[in-house]
T-cell receptor, first 114, second 111 residues
């Protein structure tokens, strides 16, 4: 079955460490997105990519970095510059720009700073 | 600035009744609006998309309306069931390939 796979499901980061969250899709979607969700809040856009080797900053890109070397993969690195990284991170993809056909989401990665 | 508001954080209804969730927006002119369901600890699941030139869309027990004059979308679940209990998010396309999500409304359907 096609879908989006995020790993790991849970991730613990020490202060000052960089960590990378994995996102892989086999839906043949061109566009991929990373969102952050804090308790009781909606999704906030971190980065998005409409095509391989191209990506744009979202609303809260500071302290994060991404790459899009393959159509299927869009990893997110949470750097030590992100002061409050504890959150639920969601990866999504869409076959149309801006999700005009709806977004498909992964099951999320919960990141905790210890 | 652009703003999306979903009605009260929590909505409690009795099984069999119709649940109505509201999504209001300001300073947007969205071409379409989407509704998602999110269960605790899971990613959102796409339910329905309605375009600006559509007044209403239905899918099984779900109905969405879109009033661009009022800048409002209503999401209805008829004959609600306890299994419909979840958080429901609306999302509007903003610009340049991005969508903005509301904070969600948590629906609880009591047996």
């Amino acid at each position: 079955d096609g879908g989006i796979t995020q790993s790991p499901k849970y991730l613990f980061r020490k202060e000052g460490q960089n960590v990378t969250l994995s996102c892989e899709q086999n839906l043949n979607h061109d566009a991929m997105y990373w969102y952050r969700q804090d308790p009781g809040q909606g999704l906030r856009l971190i980065y998005y990519s409409q095509i391989v080797n191209d990506f744009q900053k979202g609303d809260i890109a500071e302290g994060y970095s991404v790459s899009r070397e393959k159509k299927e993969s869009f990893p997110l690195t949470v750097t030590s510059a992100q002061k409050n990284p504890t959150a639920f991170y969601l990866c999504a993809s869409s076959n149309a720009l801006g999700g005009a056909g709806g977004y498909t989401f992964g099951s999320g990665t919960r990141l905790t700073v210890v | 600035s652009q703003k999306i508001e979903q009605n009260s954080e929590a909505l409690n209804i009795q099984e069999g009744k119709t649940a109505t969730l509201t999504c209001n927006y300001t300073n947007y002119s969205p071409a379409y609006l989407q509704w998602y369901r999110q269960d605790p600890g899971r990613g959102p699941v796409f339910l329905l998309l309605i375009r600006e030139n559509e007044k209403e869309k239905r899918k099984e027990r779900l109905k969405v309306t879109f009033d661009t004059t009022l800048k409002q979308s209503l999401f209805h679940i008829t004959a609600s069931q306890p299994a419909d209990s979840a958080t429901y998010l609306c999302a509007l396309d903003s610009s340049a390939g991005k969508s903005t999500f509301g904070d969600g409304t948590t629906l609880t359907v009591k047996p």
